[in-house]
């Protein structure tokens, strides 16, 4: 039987002394791969935050109806259900992180001899090994890249749910806002028609209007009482949408609101755009999976590129059936390296290719996506312009003449200079008018918050998003 050779205490390190080098080779391996990120931290504190918000139980059992849009929105960003489950997957994606850079679990093996090797020093019982295997040139750190661009890109979504929350709820307040002062319009106008009515009446009694005035009178008040009931009856819905929101009943009450945020309008289209290009949340998203499939490009690049597996396997020696045998019973030690054998290059240039193709895919992606948001941007600046504009128009100059014009009609109307016909198209159009104005004000408000959410600003207030946590 051949015999195994086995190292002389004076020829080399102890073979415990090998199989704890081997031990301390991949726990420095692995203390390498769970580097510090900068970004993970960066992160934390947004979440974490989040997170403990939506734990206050008080908060969440309360019905309390909310009396201003601020106190709508925190509460509908401490119940919403969409806006925590974008949360809790960009929290399950940044757990991926610390498993991406990891290293691979090392491998421990025991073996035991059915039948002894019979060596020299005397017969080998059973054996112990580990390995470990490590990526070389990278890999791991690219890998961690991938993961932690996929964070970002996750976080960037929930930010850019947060905003879309915040904006759906502003502008169901504001269509709120407006259904509440439509009511209120057509109940003053409902009381105007019928002193309009009385006055018909008495024109009639007194011989200076026909029946068919009062007869007019009643038509239009049939028509006002039928579309006050028509507005009273759209809250219901409207409520339920503002409670859906907020992970409440629908029934729920919420105070009427009783007025509409005001702010500045931003002038420069330059630095509307300019804004948006830099502060999107959804542009931020995907130039994170443009950097997402960059590094996974580079990956791909290096996986030709064998992995090292390193490891030390122990020799258990039984004692010498000899006598005077020099070493009897001395265990073996052995340390060894592996390499994979990048042997099937057609699967690399396959692997190389589609991760080009995505990155091109993202990149395109991302530049098509500038370019929506850019005309969308234009589109809204300019619809809240024009809503400037018809707010200042019906306010200071078709509003004023409206009520003039009715006040005028009615003098010509008692004096017999016109028909009732007149006074009914002077009541309408004063109705209509108070009724675009308020329409203006919301639709004002409402695209106020639509071109902050584009810049990715909070859209109740036009602060910065992050300034709003």
Same mark, same amino acid.
């Given at each position: ?223 006002? #009482?039928?579309? !006050? @009931?028509? +507005?009273?009856? =759209?809250?219901?819905?409207? %409520?339920?949408?503002?409670?859906? *929101? /907020? ?115 993202? #990149?395109?992606? !991302? @530049?098509? +996506?500038?370019? =929506?948001?850019?005309?969308? %941007?234009?589109?809204?600046?300019? *619809? /809240? ?85």
């Amino acid at each position: 039987m051949r015999t195994m050779a086995k190292w002389a205490p004076s020829s080399g390190p102890s073979p415990r002394a090998l199989v704890a080098g081997a031990l301390a080779m991949v726990a420095l391996a692995g203390c390498a791969s769970a580097r510090d990120d900068s970004a993970r931290v960066r992160w934390a504190t947004i979440y974490e935050a989040q997170d403990h918000a939506a734990q206050t139980p008080a908060e969440l059992d309360s019905e309390v109806s909310p009396t201003s849009i601020e106190e709508l929105l925190r509460q509908a960003e401490l119940r919403n259900p969409g806006l925590h489950a974008a949360f809790d997957r960009w929290t399950a994606a940044l757990e991926q992180v610390p498993q991406a850079k990891s290293l691979p679990d090392p491998m421990i093996s025991y073996a035991y001899f059915i039948e002894s090797v019979e060596t020299r020093v005397g017969p080998q019982r059973q054996k112990f090994g580990i390995t470990q295997t490590i990526p070389l040139f990278g890999k791991l750190g690219l890998r961690g890249d991938i993961a932690l661009n996929a964070a970002n890109a996750a976080g960037a979504h929930f930010e850019q749910t947060r905003l879309q929350l915040r904006f759906k709820v502003s502008r169901l307040w504001n269509d709120y806002y407006f259904l509440n002062r439509s009511i209120t319009v057509t109940e003053d106008n409902f009381q105007l028609m019928s002193y309009l009515e009385d006055v018909a009446l008495a024109q009639y009694i007194a011989g200076k209007a026909p029946h068919a005035s009062v007869i007019r009178a009643q038509v239009e008040l049939g028509r006002i #009482e039928d579309r !006050l @009931r028509t +507005l009273k009856d =759209q809250q219901r819905p409207l %409520l339920a949408s503002l409670n859906a *929101e /907020l992970n409440r009943h629908p029934t729920t009450p919420i105070a009427w609101p009783d007025s509409l945020a005001y702010e500045n309008i931003p002038q420069s289209q330059e630095d509307l755009t300019q804004q948006l290009l830099t502060t999107n949340p959804r542009l931020a998203a995907l130039r994170f999976m443009v950097e997402k499939e960059a590094a996974a490009s580079k990956l791909a690049g290096r996986s030709p590129i064998p992995d090292l597996t390193i490891g030390a396997e122990y020799i258990d020696t039984d004692e010498s059936a000899f006598p005077n045998v020099l070493d009897s019973g001395k265990d073996a030690a052995i340390a060894k390296a592996t390499i994979s054998i990048p042997l099937w290059f057609g699967k690399y240039k396959a692997q190389k290719a589609q991760a080009n193709a995505r990155r091109s895919a993202s #990149e395109r992606e !991302l @530049r098509h +996506l500038q370019n =929506q948001l850019s005309a969308e %941007l234009e589109l809204v600046h300019f *619809e /809240l312009r024009d809503a400037e504009r018809k707010v200042e128009l019906y306010a200071f100059t078709l509003l004023p003449k409206a009520r003039q014009s009715l006040e005028v009609t009615e003098d010509a109307f008692i004096a017999g200079d016109v028909t009732f016909l007149n006074l009914v198209d002077a009541q309408r159009t004063l109705l209509e008018f108070e009724l675009a104005h308020e329409r203006a004000l919301t639709d004002r408000a409402t695209k106020f918050a639509q071109l902050m959410t584009l810049i990715g600003r909070d859209p109740a207030t036009g602060s910065n998003a992050e300034d709003g946590r």
